[in-house]
T-cell receptor, first 112, second 115 residues
Framework: DTEVTQTPKHLVMGMTNKKSLKCEQH?????MYWYKQKAKKPPELMFV???????INESVPSRFSPECPNSSLLNLHLHALQPEDSALYLC???????????FGPGTRLLVL | AQSVTQPDIHITVSEGASLELRCNYS??????LFWYVQSPGQGLQLLLK??????LVQGIKGFEAEFKRSQSSFNLRKPSVHWSDAAEYFC?????????????FGAGTRLAVHP
C-alpha cells in the first residue's frame, strides 16, 4: 500500500481566515514533504520533515506553518494568505529521506 | 546546479502509436531518476525509477525508461499509447543533500492522445 491521503480536497478561504491542510500516511515512512504546485508548473518543495523534525524550509513565508504531530501525520497551517497562494498543495512521503517519494492527491486551495 | 530539461512541452499522438518523452538532466554524479504522471487536478503517480543497475527499467502501465549516462538522458517510452495515458508527465532528479532526496522536476510534458 503506497497511499498518502490529504484532506480537504478543496478549500476556499479569505485572506483573513485561518485554515489547516492535513496529510496522513500509514506506510511507516519517516520523511514527509509539502509541495506547492501552480497551474501548468511542476511542484515546488516547501518543507521536509524527517523523523518528525523540520529538516528543510525552502524559504517559505511565515503565513505557512507546518506541523508534524507524529510520524503518520503532517499538517500545514495557513494564515493571512494572499490570492497568489492559490495552488494545488501536495503532500508526499518516503521511507527515509533518500527513497522514492509517494504523493497524495493534493488539496486545491483558492484564496479570495 | 542540478537541472532537468523536458524539451517537449506538448506532444500529441494517436491511440495505438508509440511514444517517447525526452528527459535530460544535469547532475555531477549518478542521480536518482524518476518519472511521474499527473492527471488533471490529481496528485503525482510514480511510473518508474532508476537508482542503479540495469539501465532499462520497467514501470507501471506498460511504460519503460532507459538511463543513458553518456547522454545524461532518461527517456520514457511506451510501445502503444492508450487514450487513458493523456496526462502531464514529469521527469525528476533526486539530488541527495541534508539526508534526503530533493526532487528537482522538469517543466513537464503534456500528452494528448487522439482516438
Amino acid at each position: 500500500d503506497t497511499e498518502v491521503t490529504q484532506t480537504p480536497k478543496h478549500l476556499v478561504m479569505g485572506m483573513t481566515n485561518k485554515k489547516s491542510l492535513k496529510c496522513e500516511q500509514h506506510m511507516g515512512h519517516r520523511a514527509m514533504y509539502w509541495y506547492k504546485q501552480k497551474a501548468k508548473k511542476p511542484p515546488e518543495l516547501m518543507f521536509v520533515y524527517s523523523y518528525e523534525k523540520l529538516s528543510i524550509n525552502e524559504s517559505v513565508p511565515s503565513r505557512f506553518s507546518p506541523e508534524c504531530p507524529n510520524s503518520s501525520l503532517l499538517n500545514l497551517h495557513l494564515h493571512a494568505l494572499q490570492p497568489e497562494d492559490s495552488a494545488l498543495y501536495l503532500c508526499a512521503s518516503s521511507p527515509t529521506g533518500r527513497e522514492t517519494q509517494y504523493f497524495g492527491p493534493g488539496t486545491r486551495l483558492l484564496v479570495l | 546546479a542540478q537541472s532537468v530539461t523536458q524539451p517537449d512541452i506538448h506532444i500529441t499522438v494517436s491511440e495505438g502509436a508509440s511514444l517517447e518523452l525526452r528527459c535530460n538532466y544535469s547532475y555531477g554524479a549518478t542521480p536518482y531518476l524518476f518519472w511521474y504522471v499527473q492527471s488533471p487536478g490529481q496528485g503525482l503517480q510514480l511510473l518508474l525509477k532508476y537508482f542503479s543497475g540495469d539501465t532499462l527499467v520497467q514501470g507501471i502501465k506498460g511504460f519503460e525508461a532507459e538511463f543513458k549516462r553518456s547522454q545524461s538522458s532518461f527517456n520514457l517510452r511506451k510501445p502503444s499509447v492508450h487514450w487513458s495515458d493523456a496526462a502531464e508527465y514529469f521527469c525528476a532528479v533526486g539530488a541527495p543533500g541534508n539526508g534526503y532526496n530533493k526532487l528537482i522536476f522538469g517543466a513537464g510534458t503534456r500528452l494528448a492522445v487522439h482516438p
